[in-house]
């Protein structure tokens, strides 16, 4: 939510810190803040609320009270403290809710005589920072009302509103078949049955989606003098599927759905009267409340060892109460035995954990200290498909097998998504062998990159069908020296089934081959092999790795041999290559070395490639001509 | 410049990744659990105090399975938590690295599939001092370098407090917190829902990206890599 720096300092004056504090103390107290940003002579901070705070912090009066706690400063104003001057009915209004499951409370404002026209200056600047555009003074005071304290409200046309005995009449109701309504943005939507609407329980118009949307027919325009206002609460659940079915978020419903206090309404319409009066004019006539349920605010014990048993932080007593008061939560206790009673507002706090969280936060997480477990009360169990997987990657690995693995969501199988990020992605894979066919492509097209003329890969992994889902192996073998490419692979994979059967001691290993690959259902055979009784230390550890991200242009690959003198050393030869390429050459393979009448030859690939363009002939041409040049220019070497 | 080829082949980054952990937390008494990809909403949300119907619900986007109700790729490891909770007595240490899904596009740091590492400690007396202590084990013997950690509020539905992790992590660039991972002490309605008594236990969690420990431990900027079976790639490992 976006919040104004300057809105803020109504609440805390002077004593609100810099935005660049206010980033600190909020990240480390309470939220992670997506951004700060200066506009105009404003600053706008960008907080990221979670749902468990949508219900009080989507508001100014939120964050200002969150503040308040952090830097133990009370608030200048708060419109949630004020009294509330008793209910004067309206005459001429009455509201009928249907179900008061679906709406919890309905309280509402009649004031007749406003004259709608433009906010002023300092309205319209305060609900521009956020993003929000200026309507006009009654609907802006209605969402001037909701980012400052949270509750969010709507104005409708008091004589749009059907009259029956002399009385205006709004209902909640929930939609019949087929109902319609044009919202106020124009659109039109089709509802469902069941979904909750306000109308105008005497005609058959609907007035607005209740808690999401208001509707045209009752639209506040330039010609309206007499206004209601709607202060309501409602059942999160039914707001948040209508909202979700409608693909309507609106402000008001994403505040609804995250179920804010009963009580915000009448302290909403209390600002709200207050405001409009001052920049609209008019008289209030009344108001309506429907509050059949009364919400009681949230108790609990909570004790000073189980604040600490749980942050693991050595609190006092004096420090509880310190932090409780920074809260403006209401407690008793009996030294360290503490009866917390929360704030109306709080209505996100119902166990005891949330209360220890609260005075953790305050607290500051910061001062916990780093404490090791105890010893472990029990030997850990050996994990036997890990154990034995990790047979089987030793095994494949000193075979010269890289590990691969491949995307488990492919486009075809038995199990299938209901709603697929995109068509290749909308299935579970039945079999390693798509992958792994297509990570031997990939790899052929990279092989003299590679230094590689055979590509051996393999992979252990997730498979799906109907029922179950299981651990595959699958090994892929791509060869482009051997002449008898069918007879290789099915050699290869006789082998390596000995080489499984050795590492994991079974005399049963029989996958089968598809093409270029090898699969074996890995779970089945583990059935038939014992219980380990502790892992082993199979790998060495692993060396250090400096990781070169992988270049997008293309790679170029070059020939060389040259004679050198008896006793040169490969070494020598690749840094002399080294040199004269710069960065160019990544990477050398010998391929061929012999001796002859005292000499020696050594004979290379060499591949050349950027990390930023890619290489021209021209350019390869000059390197290797340089190359040659210093590689003849030693005493006795040569260039083939 | 790298060295000629060698006989030997490669074992994966995420296979490295995963020994090296279990490695570290067999030592400090974990045991090393797996679970199902396709869950049910009941182990993957409900139990974990995601309600139906709940706004937390949509923090993650989820894939459903087609022609199977309520029945989806877990978003997280973390429904393992209550299934092992469930058929084993407390006290508990584990560790679940495996695959999870969420609903989202695919860039250099996100990707639809991912693997996750789980955490979960129940026990008497676990607090939050202990979570900040096994992580700072952890990244310390994962990145062999000596790492501290920091708590942000958070909000995550199945733990309370729940903490937003940071490490201090320390390059040729300098030093600087980085956001790392999301944890907790396990929410009383998880322990309930697994049987556990609340009252008696209380323990942490932690869940983290394994993709991502892995890209910062060797500067990877593309998470993608991982899984595309490209060993100009896997073969630096």
């Known amino acids: 939510m976006k919040v104004s720096y300057l809105w803020l300092k109504d609440y805390l004056g002077e004593s609100l810190p810099t ?47 969150e503040i308040s706690a952090i830097i133990d400063q009370k608030l200048l104003v708060d419109p949630l403290r004020k009294s509330l001057p008793a209910l004067s009915l309206a005459d001429d209004l009455l509201v009928t809710v249907e179900d008061p499951t679906l709406c919890t409370r309905y309280s509402s404002s009649f004031i007749a005589g406003v004259k709608v026209g433009p906010s002023p200056q300092w309205l319209k600047e305060r609900l521009e920072v956020l993003g929000q555009r200026s309507i006009n003074n009654i609907v802006d005071a209605t969402n001037y009302v909701m980012f400052n304290i949270g509750q969010p409200l709507h104005a409708f046309d008091a004589q749009k509103l059907g009259e029956k005995n002399g009385k205006r009449h709004i209902g909640v109701r929930t939609s019949r078949e087929g109902e319609v309504i044009t919202t106020l943005d124009g659109a039109t939507h089709n509802l469902s049955k069941g979904t909750l609407l306000i109308t105008d329980a005497v005609g058959s118009n ?19 003098t007499d206004i209601v206002i709607e202060a309501a609460h409602f059942n999160p659940v039914a707001i948040r599927r209508t909202s979700r079915e409608l693909k309507l978020r609106t402000d008001a419903s994403l505040r609804f759905e995250n179920r804010p206090s009963s009580h915000l309404t009448r302290f909403a319409l209390q600002e709200v009267e207050e405001l409009i009066s001052t920049i609209a004019g008019g008289v209030l006539k009344g108001g309506t409340d429907f509050y059949p349920t009364l919400e009681e605010p949230v108790t609990g014990p909570v004790t000073v060892s189980e604040i600490n048993t749980l942050l693991g932080t050595e609190m006092v007593e004096k420090d509880v109460v310190a932090i409780l008061k920074r809260l403006d939560f209401t407690y008793t206790n009996r030294r360290d035995n503490f009866t917390i009673t929360a704030p109306f507002e709080r209505s996100d706090l119902h166990i005891k954990e949330d209360f220890i969280e609260e005075v953790g936060r305050i607290y500051g997480y910061k001062k916990i200290t780093a404490q090791n477990l105890p010893l472990p009360p029990e030997k850990p169990r050996i994990n036997k498909r890990f154990y034995y997987s990790e047979r089987i990657r030793r095994a494949l690995i000193e075979q010269g097998f890289s590990e691969v693995y491949t995307y488990t969501l492919c486009d075809e199988g038995i ?55 299981s651990l595959e192996l699958g090994i892929g073998v791509l060869s482009f020296n051997s002449k008898k490419k069918q007879e290789f692979i099915k050699d290869t994979f006789d082998d390596l089934e000995k080489v499984l059967m050795q590492a994991l001691g079974s005399n049963g290993v029989s996958g089968k081959i598809n093409d270029n ?59 002399i290559m080294s040199q004269e390429s710069g960065d160019l050459l990544i990477k050398n393979f010998l391929f061929d070395k012999f001796e002859k009448d005292g000499r020696i030859s050594y004979a290379f690939h060499l591949v050349f490639q950027s990390s930023d363009r890619t290489l021209t002939d021209d350019e390869l041409s000059v390197i290797m001509e340089r190359m040659t040049n210093v590689l003849n220019g030693q005493n006795g070497w040569e260039v083939r | 410049m790298e060295k000629k080829r060698e006989s030997w082949g490669h074992s994966h980054p995420i296979s490295q ?45 989820t894939f459903f399975v087609k022609g199977r109700p309520e029945t989806v790729l877990r978003t997280h490891t973390s429904p393992v938590q209550v299934r092992y909770m469930e058929s084993n007595k407390p006290p508990y240490r584990i560790i679940v690295p495996g695959r999870a899904f969420r609903n989202e596009a695919t860039d250099a740091s996100h990707e639809a599939q991912f693997f996750q590492l789980e955490g979960l400690v129940v026990d008497k007396g676990i607090t939050l001092a202990h979570l900040k202590g096994t992580l700072e084990q952890f990244f310390s013997t994962f990145y062999k370098d000596d790492i501290t950690v920091r708590f942000r509020p958070g909000y995550f539905p199945f733990v309370e407090p729940g ?35 609340p009252d008696e236990y209380q323990g942490f969690a932690f869940g ?28 630096q490992f």
């Open chain 1, 517 to 575: 690959v090898f699969l074996l259902n890995v779970d089945d055979l583990i059935k038939t092999l014992p219980e380990p009784v502790a892992y082993e230390s199979l790998f060495e550890e692993p060396q250090k790795v400096t990781y070169k991200t992988l270049s997008p242009y293309p790679f170029a690959l070059r020939d060389i041999a040259v004679w050198t003198p008896e006793g040169t050393r490969e070494d020598d030869v690749v840094a």
């Open chain 2, 208 to 235: 983290v990206g394994l993709e991502r420990l892995i890209s910062i431990k060797y500067g990877i900027e593309d998470i993608r890599l991982f899984h595309t079976g490209d060993l100009r790639f896997i073969n």
């Open chain 1, 19 to 65: 935005p660049k504090l206010l980033e600190e103390l909020i990240t480390f107290h309470a939220f992670e803040i997506e951004s700060i940003e200066q506009v105009g002579e404003d600053t706008i901070i960008d907080i990221d609320i979670l749902p468990n705070r949508s219900s009080d912090c989507l508001s100014h009066r939120g964050i200002a009270k």
């Open chain 1, 206 to 224: 609907v007035l607005g989606i209740a808690g999401i949307k208001g509707g045209k027919h009752a639209e506040v325009t330039t010609e309206t």
């Open chain 1, 415 to 469: 199990v299938e998504l209901a709603n697929p990020l995109a068509a290749d992605k909308s299935a579970l894979r039945v079999s390693l062998k798509n992958g792994l066919t297509e990570s031997l492509k990939l790899n052929e097209k990279n092989a003299a990159f590679l230094g590689l003329d055979t590509i051996k890969i393999f992979e252990l992994g997730m498979v799906f069908t109907k029922e179950e889902e």
């Open chain 2, 163 to 197: 903490v937003e992790v940071d490490m201090l992590h320390k390059s040729a660039r300098g030093e600087r917190w980085l956001e790392i991972m999301g944890a907790g002490m396990v929410h009383p309605h998880v322990l309930e829902a697994a049987h556990v008594n």
């Open chain 2, 17 to 61: 990744a995963i020994r090296e952990i279990n490695d570290i937390f067999y030592n400090l008494g974990f045991t090393f659990v797996e679970g199902p990809i396709i869950e049910s909403e009941h182990y993957n949300f409900d139990v974990l105090n995601v309600p139906r119907d709940h706004p937390a619900r949509d923090m993650q986007d």
